[in-house]
């Protein structure tokens, strides 16, 4: 079945390093996304790409970089990891929308711990 | 600016009761509101959606409502089950439908 992957799955970091999450999608898909979800905050929108060549910022863009490698790839950096970038990051897909939006699809989420 | 309100951040109900989450959203020109369910360690899946040129939609125990005057929406679950304990997220679309601005969640616990 055509998916969204994430790796790595889980990565504990300390203060300062440099990080990188990577999406992976077979569905074809033009647009992805970044998010990250913090207990009571929900899901919040870092970047976008809406083809390779198309990089966007999202709500809380600071502290993190995009790269759009190929309509099938999307990596996410953290160029200086700070403890309260520890988080759940999920990566997602879609269709571009057509009059209104579409279903994002999402992956099965990185689980950052920073130190 | 970019915002939606969820309520209540947890709920819950006897197993056979109702449950009901709402949102509100900021922006006037938004025009579709899907509701994500996300099991403990799963990642979020889209449950149901409405776009605004509808007032409800029903799928088996799962309806969405509509009111785009008052700018909200809400999640209603019927003969709740266990199954359905889970965090539900609602999201609206913004700047057209570029993207989605979700709420912050709700933590629905079914009690046997």
Same mark, same amino acid.
């Given at each position: 079945?055509?998916?969204?992957?994430?790796?790595?799955?889980?990565?504990?970091?300390?203060?300062?390093?440099?990080?990188?999450?990577?999406?992976s999608?077979?569905?074809?898909?033009?647009?992805?996304?970044?998010?990250?979800?913090?207990?009571?905050?929900?899901?919040?929108?870092?970047?976008?790409?809406?083809?390779?060549?198309?990089?966007?910022?999202?709500?809380?863009?600071?502290? +993190?970089?995009?790269?759009?490698?190929?309509?099938?790839?999307?990596?996410?950096?953290?160029?200086?990891?700070?403890?309260?970038?520890?988080?759940?990051?999920f990566?997602?897909?879609?269709?571009?929308?057509?009059?209104?939006?579409?279903?994002?699809?999402?992956?099965?989420?990185?689980?950052?711990?920073?130190? | 600016g970019?915002?939606?309100?969820?309520?209540?951040?947890?709920?819950?109900?006897?197993?056979?009761?109702?449950?009901?989450i709402?949102?509100?959203?900021?922006?006037?020109?938004?025009?579709?509101?899907?509701? +994500?369910?996300?099991?403990?360690?799963?990642r979020? =899946?889209?449950?149901?959606?409405?776009?605004?040129?509808?007032?409800?939609?029903?799928?088996?125990?799962i309806?969405?409502?509509?009111?785009?005057?008052?700018?909200?929406?809400?999640?209603?679950?019927?003969?709740?089950?266990?199954?359905?304990?889970?965090?539900?997220?609602?999201?609206?679309?913004?700047?057209?439908? =570029?993207?989605?601005?979700?709420?912050?969640?709700?933590?629905?616990?079914?009690?046997?």
């Amino acid at each position: 079945d055509a998916d969204v992957t994430q790796t790595p799955r889980n990565r504990i970091t300390k203060t300062g390093k440099r990080i990188m999450l990577e999406c992976s999608q077979t569905k074809g898909h033009d647009r992805m996304y970044w998010y990250r979800q913090d207990p009571g905050l929900g899901l919040r929108l870092i970047y976008y790409s809406f083809d390779v060549k198309d990089i966007n910022k999202g709500e809380i863009s600071d502290g +993190y970089s995009v790269s759009r490698q190929a309509q099938a790839k999307f990596s996410l950096s953290l160029e200086s990891a700070i403890p309260n970038q520890t988080a759940l990051y999920f990566c997602a897909t879609s269709d571009p929308p057509r009059s209104s939006g579409v279903e994002q699809f999402f992956g099965p989420g990185t689980r950052l711990t920073v130190l | 600016g970019e915002n939606v309100e969820q309520h209540p951040s947890t709920l819950s109900v006897q197993e056979g009761d109702s449950a009901v989450i709402k949102c509100t959203y900021s922006d006037s020109a938004s025009n579709y509101f899907p509701w +994500y369910k996300q099991e403990l360690g799963k990642r979020p =899946q889209l449950i149901i959606d409405i776009r605004s040129n509808v007032g409800e939609k029903k799928d088996q125990r799962i309806a969405v409502t509509l009111n785009k005057t008052a700018k909200h929406f809400s999640l209603h679950i019927t003969e709740t089950q266990p199954e359905d304990s889970a965090v539900y997220f609602c999201a609206a679309s913004f700047r057209g439908a =570029q993207k989605l601005v979700f709420g912050q969640g709700t933590r629905l616990t079914i009690n046997p």
